[in-house]
């Protein structure tokens, strides 16, 4: 008898009541609970119809070749070529592999020392081409701007040093204003108006000095004035290609910069007209400040040049060549300094009229956020990657403050009084009061919400913060 599955003589041989066939138990009891049919003609088939056999057990007698010492001899021989045989072809295929992966490391290598002379190029290109300034510029907008001298022009550096004198005599004396928000009043602060996404990706946002619209600003060329009081956006900016990566307003009017390296500067809110490029940089536009005299703006860019236009002629008025990409930047309260951060770490503070440094503080990683306090001695910085906010004295060239947020920052402001210190960054938004009377820190807020940007609100009497997702999230008091 032999099995009708394995064609082998079974050891415990049952039979079907369906076909009548031979098998051993155990493989058609594993067929049946597979299939439940009788592998010989399909019919349902259950253990209960399994019939099994009584025989007499059989017993295997020995292979022929093993009955003798020299045929146990013959097959230990063959196992062992087969194995000598096996080895060989194993290290066949390792002395293959091995050149392999020699090959493939060679070109690995080569490929890293050709990104890495693609890159210095890239340097070198970067460098020649923020040397040569071809602004798109002017009141026509086709007259080219070549040359730009790195000194202000008299009528401007006039202009600076009598803001400055007007300014630094009344700056410290400056009362807080009357309505300004005060501990508990930032205390009490929580969401009070938050809006879906307006441009996914937005990084730019700019308040204007009623703090009712705001710009922002996202990707794909795309930016628009958005009213906090209608909930909707009033105005869509046409800037072109690339993304917006820094905004301000200049009185009522929007001025942008992009990622393509120009600057727009639109007509009063609401206005359908395309906006006036001004001088445009080599490589992206990191940041744009406006100076204390309303009438002069700061751009800094990858391409390492820092440049002050002239808003009333919309001209270039100035270039200052660095040795390092510019991230960031912010005029001094009265004028007479420029901060630029840069990706090297470095916080350079330009003198406005004559273009030289001033002074050099050492951050802790390529600089993201600088922000003066209107006391006019203290710099807030944040550095890409940590944790908090570096509180630089001017005086000492130290830092004199660190506001530790436990997650990193990416925006610092401060409000116009110089006693609240605002933080954000993708873990919460934090405000750091500084008290003159005892000469302490505080922090008389915080709250787990992720934001890009921050700004403060008119009267410091709320924040508005810029999520990541491009929204917008309205911090204000609620009692």
Known sequence: MLCAISGEQPQVPVASRKSGHVFEKRLIEDYISQHGTDPVNGEELTTDDLIE?????AVNPRPPTLTSIPSLLSAFQNEWDAIALETYTLKQQLAQTRQELSTALYEYDAALRVIARLQAERGEARDALSQVTVGAVAENGDEMEVDVPEELPQEIAAKVEATQTELSKT???????????????????????????????????AINSTGAIVIVGGTEGVAGIYSLIEKKVIQALKVGGGSVTSALWWNSRPVVATSTGAIKVFEDVPSSSEGLQLGSH??????????????????????????????TTMKVVSRILTDSELSCGEFHPDGHLFAAGSK??????????????????EGEGPIQALSFSENGIWLASASRGQTGVSVWDLRKAAVIHQVEIGSQVISAKWDYTGQFLAVAGPGCVAV????????KWSEPFRKAISAVSLTWGANA???????????LNVLGATS
């Open 53 to 57: 056999l009584k025989t007499t057990r």
């Open 171 to 205: 700056r410290r004396k400056r009362p807080v204003p009357e309505g300004w928000a005060t501990a508990d009043t930032i205390e009490s602060f929580d969401s009070v108006q938050t809006t879906e996404a307006i441009y996914p990706g937005a990084r730019a946002l």
């Open 461 to 471: 009497q709320s924040l508005v913060a810029l999520t990541e997702e491009g929204a």
């Open 282 to 311: 080599a490589g992206a536009v990191t940041a744009i400040a406006l100076h204390p005299s309303g009438d002069i703006l700061a751009s800094v860019g990858v391409d390492k040049v820092y440049r002050l236009y002239d808003l």
């Open 432 to 439: 750091q009061q500084y008290a003159k009377s005892s000469k």
């Open 344 to 361: 090297g770490g470095q916080i350079r503070l330009y003198d406005v009229t004559s273009g030289e440094v001033a002074a050099t503080f």
